[in-house]
């Protein structure tokens, strides 16, 4: 833009600029559409919103207004008080739409508020345009924006309307990561912002470092059908973890159940003393007196003399023995774990 031609909008314009804001120069193709943001403070959120159009902010002619009909014409405003943003929408633009327009706020008592905005209307392809002002992501997703350009003098920026901009190849926006990738060859900005959360809803816009286009992302809720895959397989995980864990729980209850089975009714006992794994074992049957000692104290029936019990011990593995017998020997066989091995085997 030319300084002197900047330096009379900053003049003749209306006071307290730094209370609204908005792009500076924007180019459209004839025939095509632009939505421009104007972002204003707090304070304003009661005030009218005016949209007007003049080299003079004072005495502009307005044409769209908050407080009468909000759409003329191709042209209709809207006030977002709860974003602090009111947008002018203008379709169907033709060469003689080009001019110098005002985002202004009526300020009772007192001179309005605004800020310019150039907008330039041309027959052939903008130096500066996006596919789509209006882009949609989804909570804790990404976006990406392709401002696509022509000649330039200085570095390509993405910029959030009343905060910063970022450049190079990555960078913050108010706390969200941004990645940047710029094609010269084909001439495209491409920009991705990640992690997207619902406060990310807003006004950016490319800069070429003379003209911006502004571009809305908002950024939505996940559908509850695309939930839905999501939940279906949490609650399976769920059901497994639940189903393994009552298996396991049975598997312990049932050997403590059986465990104690066995230490109350001993019908088929098993005692062992040193036996190594790969040792070699002799099966023998042999006639078994009962000792005098024990049938003495015995209180339960007991079995008939020379009754055959069957033993299991080690070859050659001294000392070391494994007996077995049928239930109807369970008490006699704990009893004669007192007795030494010598006098039960004789």
Not at 174 to 184: A, K, T
Not at 191 to 197: A, D, I, K, N, S
Not at 230 to 236: D, H, I, P, S
Not at 308 to 333: N, P, Q
Request: glycine share 8%.
């Amino acid at each position: 833009m030319d300084p002197l031609m900047l330096l009379f909008l900053l003049i003749a314009g209306l006071t307290g600029a730094d209370s609204l804001s908005s792009v500076r120069w924007v180019t459209v193709q004839s025939g095509g559409s632009v939505t421009i943001p104007c972002l204003y403070e707090d304070r304003y959120k009661n005030h009218v919103k005016n949209w007007c159009k003049g080299d003079y902010g004072q005495s502009c002619t307005s044409i769209v207004r908050t407080d009468s009909p909000q759409k003329k014409g191709d042209m209709s405003i809207r006030d977002d008080p709860e974003q602090r943003v009111f947008t002018v929408t203008m379709n169907n633009l033709r060469t003689g739409d080009s001019g110098h327009y005002w985002c202004s706020v009526e300020n009772s008592g007192d001179l309005d508020v605004g800020a310019w905005v150039t907008l330039s209307i041309t027959d052939g392809s903008p130096e500066l345009l996006v596919d789509k002002q209006e882009v949609t992501g989804v909570e804790g997703d990404s976006v990406s924006v392709q401002c696509r350009y022509g000649d330039r003098s200085s570095e390509m920026k993405w910029c959030k309307i009343g905060g910063s901009c970022v450049s190079g190849d990555s960078g913050s926006l108010d706390g969200r990561p941004v990645e940047i990738r710029d094609d010269r060859v084909n001439k495209v900005f491409s920009v991705t912002m990640w992690g997207l959360e619902r406060k990310d809803t807003g006004w950016y816009w490319c800069d070429d470092g003379d003209q911006q286009i502004p571009v809305h992302i908002t950024v939505s809720q996940p559908s509850p059908l695309v939930q839905l895959p999501l939940y279906v397989g949490l609650g399976l995980l769920v059901l497994l973890l639940i189903i393994i864990f009552i298996i396991m729980t049975w598997k312990v209850l049932d050997k403590h159940k059986k465990k104690l089975a066995r230490n109350q009714n001993p019908g088929w006992s098993e005692f062992k003393s040193s036996l190594e794994p790969d040792a070699d074992v002799i099966y023998s049957s042999i006639d078994l007196p009962v000792p005098e000692q024990m049938s003495s104290t015995s209180s339960a029936a007991t079995p008939a003399n020379n009754e055959v019990y069957s033993l299991i011990t080690l070859k050659h593995s001294e000392g070391a023995a494994t007996w077995r017998c049928s239930s109807t020997c369970g008490d006699l066989l704990l009893r004669m774990r007192s007795v030494r091995d010598s006098q039960i085997l004789q």
